[in-house]
C-alpha cells in the first residue's frame, strides 16, 4: 500500500513584494474598507538576507489613536511570514498626506461611507473640505456642517439630496 503525503515547503527567501501583499490584508481599525497600505502610511520595507524586517510607518496623524494598534497588526501580520525578526518603526521624518492614498484607498474610504479627500498639489484650503460629494449619493448638493469630525481626519457634511450626514476624510498637505 503506498500513501501520497504532502509536504509543506516553507519558502526560504522572502521579498520585499511579499510583504507588502500581506500588509494588504492589515486593515486600519477605523476603517475596515482601506488596508495599510493603500492608506499610504507604510512608507518602506527592508528585509536582509536572513530574512530581518524593518518596517517604516508614517501616520495620517500624530495623534492618531489607532497608531499603536496598527504597528502590533503590521508585526503580527509580517511574523506569520518565515521570517527572523520583525522591527516597526514610525516617525514624522516625511509628513504624511492625503496624495498617498492609493486609488483602492479611495474606493475604500467610500464602501465605508467616507468622502474621500480631493487630490491636490500640497496647498489645501477650506473650499477642498467644504465641496465634499456626498459617498452615498453622489450628489454634490451638500454642506460642510463642521471641518472637525470624531477623529483629526474627518469632517462632517450633510447631503441635501438623499438627507443623509457624513464624514469626509480631510485632504492634508
Not at 18 to 44: C, F
Not at 92 to 100: K, P, R, V
Not at 134 to 158: D, E, V
Request: hydrophobic residues 35%.
Amino acid at each position: 500500500m503506498r500513501f501520497n503525503t504532502l509536504v509543506n515547503i516553507e519558502k526560504e527567501t522572502i521579498t520585499k513584494d511579499d510583504i507588502v501583499e500581506a500588509l494588504e490584508d492589515v486593515m486600519d481599525p477605523e476603517i475596515p474598507t482601506i488596508s495599510v497600505v493603500d492608506l499610504g502610511i507604510i512608507r518602506k520595507v527592508e528585509i536582509d538576507d536572513e530574512n530581518n524586517v524593518k518596517v517604516l510607518m508614517t501616520p495620517t496623524f500624530s495623534g492618531c489613536p489607532a497608531l499603536k494598534i496598527m504597528e502590533n497588526m503590521v508585526r503580527d501580520k509580517i511574523k506569520e511570514l518565515n521570517v527572523k525578526s520583525v522591527e516597526i518603526t514610525t516617525n514624522f521624518d516625511t509628513q504624511w498626506n492625503s496624495n498617498m492614498i492609493t486609488e483602492n484607498g479611495l474606493e475604500g474610504l467610500k464602501k465605508h461611507g467616507l468622502a474621500p479627500p480631493p487630490r491636490h498639489n500640497d496647498i489645501v484650503q477650506i473650499e477642498m473640505i467644504s465641496k465634499a460629494a456626498c459617498p452615498l449619493c453622489g450628489s454634490s448638493n451638500t454642506i460642510l456642517k463642521s471641518p472637525f469630525g470624531p477623529t483629526l481626519c474627518r469632517s462632517l457634511h450633510y447631503c441635501n439630496d438623499c438627507l443623509n450626514a457624513f464624514e469626509q476624510f480631510k485632504p492634508v498637505g
